[in-house]
């Protein structure tokens, strides 16, 4: 095992979409390992670093929420940004007032967790990168508050405020609760040079929370794609 992070994460709304839901948003009942992923990556990120969630610690009692939000139909897609770079497409812009949508969603609120997660060096690695050295990038960087990007609860809107811990505190959460099946991450695909591309098929697996604590690691055996 690489080298090993216990934080804290709390926030007022969090939204981890289930991707079988396709118009309305509803959030599964606690984060998803990629989300989780995701956040700390906002941290420290480095293509030759692969974070893993170890442990999910729910330390709230789940409480849902339902709310309309306003977005937009459309997306802006990488390959219409590089036509434009390449003065190969007109106006790419989106305009709110042309494809706005207001829909429901049903959020997760006052949510917070502790997480325990390690990284560990991938094939991507610099000559010169040690695992000594990016946890201590990772570590000043926590206790520092420091971020490339805003870490967010699942989408942009619900921002996520991070502490580094010693020791997580025990969830008031009681019993054996089925999650079902949950989206664990993306398997982006490679090429023969062993560099990833952009596409990705989703891995899920079926965790249980036991007492408020989710061992995502042992999960974590029995993938699904």
Sequence with gaps: MGYGIKILIEGDYALFSRPEMKVE?????????SALTGLISNIYWHPGMKYIIDT???LR??????????EVSEKLLPSA???????????ISIYTKECISQRASLLLKNVLYGVEA??????????NQTPE???????????KG?????PCLGCREFPA???????????????????????????????????????AEPRFYRPHMINGVIDVAKYAKGLLC
């Design 161 to 199: 405020r991070i502490t580094l811990t010693d020791k997580i505190p025990q969830s008031p959460i009681t019993g054996d609760v089925d999650l079902g099946y949950m989206l664990y991450d993306l398997q982006y695909k490679k090429d023969k040079t062993g560099k990833s591309l952009d596409s």
């Design 81 to 91: 940004v590089k036509k434009q770079m390449d003065g190969m497409a007109d106006d």
């Design 25 to 33: 948003r509803v959030s599964y009942d606690v984060p998803t390992p």
């Design 61 to 70: 009692p789940v409480q849902f929420v339902n709310l309309r939000r306003n």
């Design 146 to 150: 420091q971020h490339f990007a805003q």
């Design 118 to 127: 390690h990284f560990e060096l991938t094939d991507e690695k610099e000559e």
């Design 56 to 58: 999910i610690y729910v």
């Design 133 to 143: 050295k990016c946890y201590n990038i990772l570590l000043r960087r926590l206790r």
